[in-house]
């Protein structure tokens, strides 16, 4: 079954709080808030997701590209506003399936989604509605539903008291989809679903935890319902990232790497950061590519070479939060060249973490002197330019064979580090201390 999210409100509510960015690409708890949408979509297995996209939808396509833990990602970006039923419309052709699964791009409901989908088959459905209960449902308004999850009909905002709510998960028969009117602004909430009440149109009661992130009060919340998912992994209120240089550390150093055929992943980085990523810590490449400024390729090649990386991580059911690059030559006097810290803050801005929490694993000079700029754990790899680096008398914290050793020390610090935050909070003053090599 195709999935799709609708993703390209304007966000004018929000604005105060994010202002330079669609909704979907909002920082929440440390990660973009499209990122749990994706992350949702891919343990439900779902392979096709289209992101049906509109107001600042080339930034979505920058920072997610084609690929997302195995997901294909294709872009359906409106002109002008459509709404949602509008937007899903427009999409309709790169909709392969029979029925698609349709996601708000502004919201995040715990639902099973293949329960879900089985739940729309099972009854032989041509609109299926998610809907979950909340104390109070002046906010949203509210979804009336019989004891046998018939959708018998809708109640405008304003209403108060506890209710079922329209949770923004729908599975939908293709040919309803048809129904809509093309190239017309739409709204699924407010135009289809009160039409659609006299064909088949169900409320699958299963989402418990719901959060939505269109008010800045509401996008305030999301913070911390996302954030205790982290707490409870981990043992930690904040979410450390790991910052990797990419050449020589994620993949074979080429000198100036300029095609996508020439990238080949180091033995150990995708072990390693699939254990990074399972004990809940961000990824982040941070790299230099002067290359750019000298000529030897321009940024559409580099961004071939980015889809490449992610596509090929993507086959491993892997993803980075975010590729942060600087094109300028060493002489420019730019912050974002490594060692300076340009890169890690915009990053640490748009992902939401804490620099000096974060790990720099690299291969040079460059990369621990960034490290230590931004207050950093800094690991030297062996790899790429590691060897000659280390015998240079590069002092890093650790100094490890391959990105799989650097996570080996970067999760055991992290553990000790949520044992300290847990003996602190006891009252226990027990620290711990890194500093020396490995």
């Given at each position: 079954?195709?999935?799709?999210?609708?993703?390209?409100?304007?966000?004018?509510?929000?604005?105060?709080?994010?202002?330079?960015?669609?909704?979907?690409?909002?920082?929440?708890?440390?990660?973009?808030?499209?990122?749990?949408?994706?992350?949702?979509?891919?343990?439900?297995?779902?392979?096709?997701?289209?992101?049906?996209?509109?107001?600042?939808?080339?930034?979505?396509?920058?920072?997610?590209?084609?690929?997302?833990?195995?997901?294909?990602?294709?872009?359906?970006?409106?002109?002008?506003?459509?709404?949602?039923?509008?937007?899903?419309?427009?999409?309709?052709?790169?909709?392969?399936?029979?029925?698609?699964?349709?996601?708000?791009?502004?919201?995040?409901?715990?639902?099973?989604?293949?329960?879900?989908?089985?739940?729309?088959?099972?009854?032989?459905?041509?609109?299926?509605?998610?809907?979950?209960?909340?104390?109070?449902?002046?906010?949203?308004?509210?979804?009336?539903?019989?004891?046998?999850?018939?959708?018998?009909?809708?109640?405008?905002?304003?209403?108060?008291?506890?209710?079922?709510?329209?949770?923004?998960?729908?599975?939908?028969?293709?040919?309803?989809?048809?129904?809509?009117?093309?190239?017309?602004?739409?709204?699924?909430?407010?135009?289809?679903?009160?039409?659609?009440?006299?064909?088949?149109?169900?409320?699958?009661?299963?989402?418990?935890?719901?959060?939505?992130?269109?008010?800045?009060?509401?996008?305030?919340?999301?913070?911390?319902?996302?954030?205790?998912?982290?707490?409870?992994?981990?043992?930690?209120?904040?979410?450390?990232?790991?910052?990797?240089?990419?050449?020589?550390?994620?993949?074979?150093?080429?000198?100036?790497?300029?095609?996508?055929?020439?990238?080949?992943?180091?033995?150990?980085?995708?072990?390693?950061?699939?254990?990074?990523?399972?004990?809940?810590?961000?990824?982040?490449?941070?790299?230099?590519?002067?290359?750019?400024?000298?000529?030897?390729?321009?940024?559409?090649?580099?961004?071939?070479?980015?889809?490449?990386?992610?596509?090929?991580?993507?086959?491993?059911?892997?993803?980075?939060?975010?590729?942060?690059?600087?094109?300028?030559?060493?002489?420019?006097?730019?912050?974002?060249?490594?060692?300076?810290?340009?890169?890690?803050?915009?990053?640490?801005?748009?992902?939401?973490?804490?620099?000096?929490?974060?790990?720099?694993?690299g291969d040079k000079l460059c990369d621990i002197e960034l490290g230590r700029r931004v207050g950093a754990t800094t690991l030297l790899v062996r790899t790429g330019y590691g060897r000659r680096s280390e015998a240079d008398g590069v002092n890093a914290n650790f100094t490890v064979d391959d990105l799989a050793a650097a996570a080996t020390v970067v999760l055991d610090l992290h553990r000790q580090a949520a044992a300290s935050n847990t003996a602190d909070r006891?009252?226990?003053?027990?620290?711990?201390?890194?500093?020396?090599?490995?």
């Open positions: 079954m195709t999935a799709a999210i609708l993703a390209g409100g304007l966000g004018t509510r929000l604005r105060s709080v994010v202002a330079d960015r669609p909704k979907v690409l909002a920082p929440v708890a440390g990660r973009r808030f499209l990122a749990y949408l994706l992350d949702q979509l891919a343990d439900a297995g779902f392979a096709d997701v289209i992101l049906c996209t509109g107001y600042l939808g080339e930034q979505v396509r920058d920072a997610f590209s084609t690929r997302w833990r195995g997901l294909r990602l294709h872009y359906s970006q409106e002109a002008a506003p459509l709404g949602t039923a509008g937007a899903l419309r427009f999409a309709l052709d790169a909709i392969a399936s029979e029925q698609a699964l349709v996601l708000n791009g502004d919201s995040f409901c715990g639902v099973d989604l293949g329960a879900m989908t089985e739940f729309h088959r099972s009854n032989s459905a041509a609109a299926t509605i998610a809907v979950t209960g909340v104390p109070d449902i002046s906010r949203y308004g509210a979804v009336r539903v019989t004891a046998s999850s018939v959708v018998e009909g809708f109640v405008e905002k304003g209403s108060s008291g506890p209710g079922l709510i329209n949770a923004g998960v729908y599975t939908l028969n293709r040919k309803l989809i048809a129904s809509i009117p093309a190239h017309t602004a739409v709204s699924i909430e407010r135009d289809c679903f009160p039409q659609w009440i006299d064909k088949v149109l169900q409320g699958f009661r299963g989402g418990s935890r719901f959060v939505d992130i269109g008010t800045p009060e509401s996008f305030a919340q999301a913070q911390m319902f996302f954030a205790s998912d982290v707490e409870a992994a981990d043992g930690e209120h904040s979410r450390p990232y790991a910052l990797l240089d990419r050449d020589g550390t994620i993949n074979v150093e080429r000198n100036y790497l300029s095609d996508p055929d020439q990238l080949e992943l180091l033995p150990g980085s995708v072990e390693g950061m699939k254990k990074l990523r399972a004990a809940g810590i961000g990824l982040a490449v941070i790299s230099n590519q002067a290359g750019i400024a000298r000529g030897y390729f321009d940024l559409a090649q580099l961004e071939l070479i980015h889809d490449r990386l992610r596509a090929m991580l993507g086959d491993q059911d892997l993803a980075v939060d975010g590729v942060y690059f600087c094109p300028h030559a060493p002489d420019a006097q730019c912050s974002c060249r490594k060692p300076g810290t340009g890169m890690v803050l915009q990053a640490a801005a748009e992902l939401g973490f804490e620099p000096g929490q974060s790990f720099v694993v006891s009252g226990d003053s027990a620290r711990y201390e890194h500093d020396g090599r490995r």
